[in-house]
């Protein structure tokens, strides 16, 4: 590797060795980050699910979003502290199609998403029970589990194909973990590979018996081809752009058949904004730039404005981060 990488590798590996073990293990998985509802997460379960079995499940897939939309809303709610009866009052606007709930604007998407739900529906257990109004309260877990349990059951009947797969800066098994709990991890062949030594023994720690590693996405201990898809989230911003380039020519020398980045901070303009915090990048990523990167190592790059996704699939404009962006490539 080259000495401005080495020297590179030493800041990033500091940057996150200063956290202890507990808050690496926890703090890319809660709230809006939550991969069960995080837009994200579920893009690249589908790109993996894809992999596996096609277009078969691609009506499943559009309402796992829909669901993610309305628990995303339900969540904002539940933050500013819903009245005792705010969701009922939902519930009874859904019901009788009106948009409005008691002076609460109820979005399209979510009445959108009622509609295309036979009744019962998870949507009357979202909005059927009483938060305590005098603190913010999380979405009961059962509920927050409703296509894991979807997919749990619908890919039980599955059996492992010869599918590969890799994640570099996996963290704690940050994605990994609801793979797993989404029924999807058994069906393939996974390695997921971090530089911070806390994040992989986190990761074992859940799960002894899956393959992961100490590595560098600059220098994958892996030869050509090894993979048939490669999967990897919020990395490349905490790069200088002359290692983004290089950890990209990395995943796709190492991918045989497709890669799913997920980005954090990308925009439509023509240049990076590169910003150095201490040890390491907070790039706002060019999009245009990022793309014409894959394709010199692949064939198709589509890239995917999650906000403008929403907008035009869904009707929603409620996107959390409106610079995140998932790219993916077909090598
Ligand atoms: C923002 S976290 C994202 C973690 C995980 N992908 C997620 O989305 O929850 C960035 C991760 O990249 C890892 N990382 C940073 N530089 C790396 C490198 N050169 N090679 C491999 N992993 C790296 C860090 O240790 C950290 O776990």
Known sequence: MEERFER???GLRRSWGK?????????LVQDVEDPR???QSILMRHFLVRSLFGERFAELMVHELR??????????????????????AVLDALMSGEDDAEGLAVPKYVSQTFATLAMP????DLFNWAPVETTEVPVPEHLMATFQTIWREVLEAESR??????????????????IESFGIARLLDY?????????????????????????????IKSPDNAF??????????HLSVEAMEAAIAEVCRVTRQGVCVGFFNMHEADEHIVEIVEDYHWNKLSAIKTREIFERHAWAVEVIGIDKFLASKFNCGDTHNKDAYTIIIKM
């Open 8 to 10: 590179e590798t030493e």
């Open 228 to 237: 048939d898809y490669c999967f990897v989230h919020d990395l490349f911003e």
């Open 19 to 27: 956290y202890d073990r507990e808050t690496l293990a926890d703090y």
């Open 121 to 124: 529906n998870y949507m009357f």
């Open 161 to 178: 194909g010869r599918v590969s797969v890799l994640e570099p800066a996996c963290g704690s098994g940050n994605d990994y973990r609801f």
């Open 37 to 39: 509802i995080n837009i």
């Open 67 to 88: 669901f993610a939309l309305v628990v995303n809303w339900l969540v904002k709610l539940l933050r500013k502290q819903a009245r005792a009866g705010q969701l009922q």
């Open 191 to 219: 390695t997921g590979f971090d530089l911070c030594e806390k994040n992989i023994s986190n990761a074992k720690g859940m799960f002894p018996n899956v393959r992961f590693e100490v590595g560098n996405v600059l220098e």
